[in-house]
């Protein structure tokens, strides 16, 4: 069925598929090709310009998303990993996107505590995921009212569905998806694409 839909597709942009094969060779965890173009989708649907990214790693999401959004639109991103940040920041200015991206080489969490953006469209997290509901209750009043969440990792590959799987990540993720379903301010939904992608929209 992967392979089917892959055929159909139109192949990404170059540099997409080069940081793919520069993610591999690094060792570098990125969202999987169907990831980044399930965000692409959502950025055109919602004509999104003001777009905050927890997790910038080589900035193969970042890019996704950049590409697809309209010209005044704004992302602003976050990874502590300075070496990381480099190898992003060379492929956005390549791309011709450098200056619709912020980027921001610090902790995310101490950053989020003071970040003065309001009215996201939309937030992606895919970081620490031991960290994942702290991100989330500090985003939540960031959206728009209608505004989303994307949340990456959220099955771990399938590891979640694994009873004997008790390592700390996996029995950290279990929680989160239950803590991000039930959530009273998101109708929310997980779906089994890449590797778990939850998307929440604000109500309330």
């Not at 060792?27 to 173009?37: A, K, S």
């Not at 910038?56 to 940040?85: C, E, F, H, N």
């Not at 011709?96 to 912020?102: L, M, N, R, T």
């Not at 008790?166 to 998806?177: H, L, T, W, Y």
Request: net charge negative; proline share 6%; glycine share 6%.
């Amino acid at each position: 069925m992967l392979r089917y839909l892959e055929s159909v597709h139109p192949a990404p942009h170059p540099l997409l598929l080069e940081l793919e094969q520069h993610g591999r060779k690094d060792g570098i965890p990125i969202v999987t090709r169907e990831t980044g173009r399930f965000l692409s989708v959502l950025v055109r649907m919602m004509q999104a310009n003001r777009i905050l990214e927890i997790g910038t790693a080589y900035g193969y999401s970042t890019l996704w998303m950049a590409l697809a959004q309209p010209p005044v639109g704004k992302i602003w991103t976050i990874d502590p990993d300075p070496s990381r940040m480099d190898v992003a920041l060379e492929y956005f200015r390549r791309s011709g996107e450098a200056e619709s991206i912020v980027t921001f080489n610090q902790d995310a969490l101490e950053l989020l505590e003071n970040f003065q953006q309001r009215n996201l469209d939309i937030v992606f997290i895919d970081a620490d995921k031991i960290q994942y509901a702290a991100y989330l209750d500090l985003v939540i009043p960031m959206l728009k009212r209608s505004g989303i969440v994307v949340v990456d990792d959220c099955l771990l590959g399938g590891r979640v569905t694994d009873d004997s799987d008790d390592a700390p990540v996996v029995a950290s993720m279990r929680e989160f998806n239950e803590y991000f379903l039930a959530h009273p301010q998101l109708d929310a939904t997980i779906l089994p694409l890449g590797d778990g992608t939850g998307i929440g929209v604000r109500i309330e």
